[in-house]
């Protein structure tokens, strides 16, 4: 059967619905009828770009991997789900059997199935077929739109919780109020943090930051002319402190920074602010290669981790701190479309507002034949 529409990025700056197969499912796997799906900022590069570092596209491939829908079909080894179940979905299918797996660190399984990333289809389709086990049942009071939220908010518990082992009590920094960058501020304050500062160079999303989840905001001063980058981080390090109060060592000391841009001075500017044994995410991606304070890196014994998607539990975490309250997701979905406005969503996401000038911090798209306005 082929009545799976699909929206295929066919090559860069192109980009429409195809019909294509029902994909058939493995003993191990369920088809999932796709109600809600999120635009991720990954999405869009692959649209502009048709590449993220190694990652090339070179067939047509379906976007999306941020979503959630309802079981259609359940292979016989699945014990867990039943048909019309109301899921989130973990994009990414690992080999199982590698050294990362089975030390539990399979996000970084190097045979992994990802949703839209090269060479494999994603999940902007009426159906996708997916392994049991990387399906998440709702509860009764959460919406498919929360569920689709999901996976962006694991990202940030992965970062926060598992990569940045965040504790009660502590202070964070992130840097980038975007998306992924506000749902870890969200998600520092849902585990107890005392101080979560949001730095961001445009003032409208640090607003809404602060009345978000942040608990105080920066906003970084102008690059002088002829002022080379580490220059400028040493300089904004300094005036951030001084502002914000912030030791290098103490109660006052930064114990986690996560940065969520990319940007190289922001980046250096976070290695310049952290506490003397404190500790550096990196969360975002921007150039493939920047220059950083490595000295200072090292004289603090700053403990400097990548955080990559999401692994073991990431999941079931983000789901509990929403079903519980201490999330709300809801603010973070600014424009809602229809499948057949894929689009238009796209093209919205990529120019950070609407044509209405409405900023967009996250786009959702409904399935075939969801109206935008059920969440379900």
Known sequence: ???????VLRKINDAGFEE????????DEVLIAV???????SDVHYLVAGRIGQFIVEKPMVLGHESAGIVEKVGP????LK?????????????????????????LCPEIIFAATPPYDGTLARYYAIPGDLCYKLPA????????????????VHAIANIGQLRTNQSVVVF?????????????????????????????????????????????????????RLAYSERNARAMMQQLG????????????????????SIQTGIHIAKHGGSFVQLGMGQSEITIPVTTLLVKEINFKGSFRYGPGDYQLAIALVSQGKIDLKPLVTHRYSFQQALEAFQATRAGKSEDGKPVIKAVISGPDVKPEDLL
């Not at 294509?20 to 003993?27: L, N």
């Not at 048909?83 to 399979?106: F, L, Q």
Request: glycine content about 10%; overall charge negative; charged content about 25%.
């Open 246 to 265: 912030i030791e290098e060592r103490g109660p006052a000391g930064v114990d986690l920074v996560v940065d969520a841009s990319g940007a190289e001075v």
């Open 83 to 107: 048909v019309g179940d109301r899921v989130a979905m973990e994009p990414g299918a690992t080999c199982r059997v590698c050294d990362d797996c089975k030390r539990g660190r399979y996000e």
């Open 20 to 27: 294509r197969p029902i994909p058939d499912i493995k003993d």
């Open 176 to 228: 980038g109020a975007g998306p992924v960058g506000l749902l870890c501020m969200a998600v520092a304050r849902a585990l107890g943090a005392s101080r979560v500062v949001a730095v961001d160079i445009v003032p409208s999303r640090l607003e809404f930051a602060a009345r978000y989840a942040a608990t105080e905001t920066y906003t970084p001063p102008k690059l002088q002319e002829g002022e080379t």
């Open 35 to 41: 109600k809600k799906t999120g635009i991720c900022g």
């Open 77 to 80: 080894k699945v014990k867990n």
């Open 1 to 7: 059967m082929s009545d799976n529409t699909s929206f």
């Open 141 to 156: 009071n959460l919406t498919l739109e929360d569920g689709a939220m999901m996976e962006p908010l694991s990202v940030a």
